[in-house]
């Protein structure tokens, strides 16, 4: 799996890293991973950073993603936050568009300045 998470406590916020190759059983993987990690509470803002992956998900992949957090819906009740490339962008602020439905708190962004911030935190 391409994917690592950290989780920041004092700022109640996750973030899962995509690295390389992934897929779409490698991305649920790692949403599922996270929840069940012991130091992750659902209420946390995650961010998911896409930056670095090597994949270009198409609009059932996102869906895919989609229906998977629904079912983990009690796992995630913060914000999740998905930085992106410019190419996979569009794709992904139609699906936040279309999470209201589902009541999921999902938006899109390009800008790293919250990584910037949270890992600054660290040092």
């Not at 790692?30 to 995650?46: E, I, R, S, T």
């Not at 913060?78 to 589902?102: D, F, N, R």
Request: proline share 3%.
């Amino acid at each position: 799996m391409s994917y690592s998470h950290k989780i920041y406590r004092e700022s109640k916020t996750a973030i899962v890293k995509a690295n390389g190759p992934i897929d779409l059983r490698s991305s649920i993987a790692a949403m599922k991973a996270l929840a069940k990690d012991k130091n992750f509470d659902p209420h946390f803002n995650v961010i998911v950073d896409l930056r670095q992956m090597d994949f270009t998900p198409t609009a059932a992949d996102i869906f895919a993603i989609k229906d998977s957090l629904s079912v983990m819906k009690s796992s995630y009740s913060g914000e999740i936050t998905v930085l992106s490339t410019e190419k996979v962008l569009p794709l992904i602020k139609m699906t936040a568009t279309m999470e209201a439905v589902y009541n999921i708190n999902l938006k899109a962004a390009t800008e790293s300045e919250i990584l910037n911030n949270l890992e600054n935190q660290e040092k």
